[in-house]
């Protein structure tokens, strides 16, 4: 059974930065494709960026240039560096696993709130 922990979420004033951690209870984690999603109240849960085990990412055309995914396979950790922080990226991040390049697996984590207000 999967199990995904996040944390690293807050609040945090327009323009600064903030880095999620997601922790993976998968025997194989360098084997999955690993993902950020957010859902904004009154939204539809969206893709921010995914990172295959080669490496490979893909990323939401609203958060290229700002955020950035990374992956550490011996601590089975995949992480969220989120920089130039905006208002509209307020959100529950969710971590996920086992999904592909565009389309989240069946595991989640708990989600972490992100708010950027000043």
């Known amino acids: 059974q999967v199990q995904l922990v996040e944390s690293g979420g807050g609040l945090v004033q ?3 930065s903030l880095r999620l951690s997601c922790a993976a209870s998968i ?3 360098r084997l ?3 993902g950020w999603y957010r859902q904004a109240p009154g939204k539809q849960r969206e ?3 995914t990172m295959t085990s080669g ?3 893909n990323y939401a055309d609203s958060v ?3 955020f950035t995914i990374s992956r550490d396979n011996v601590k089975n950790t995949v992480y969220l560096q989120m920089n130039s922080l905006k208002p509209e990226d307020t959100a529950v991040y969710y971590c996920n696993a086992g999904g592909d390049r ?3 697996g069946r595991s989640w984590g708990q989600g972490a ?3 950027v207000s000043s």
Do not use: D, E, H, N
Request: net charge positive; no cysteine; proline share 8%.
């Open 47 to 49: 893709l921010v960026a």
């Open 27 to 29: 025997t194989i984690f």
């Open 14 to 16: 327009p323009g600064g």
């Open 113 to 115: 709130q992100v708010t």
């Open 102 to 104: 565009s389309g989240p």
């Open 55 to 57: 490496g490979s990412t």
């Open 32 to 34: 999955y494709v690993m």
């Open 64 to 66: 290229k240039g700002r």
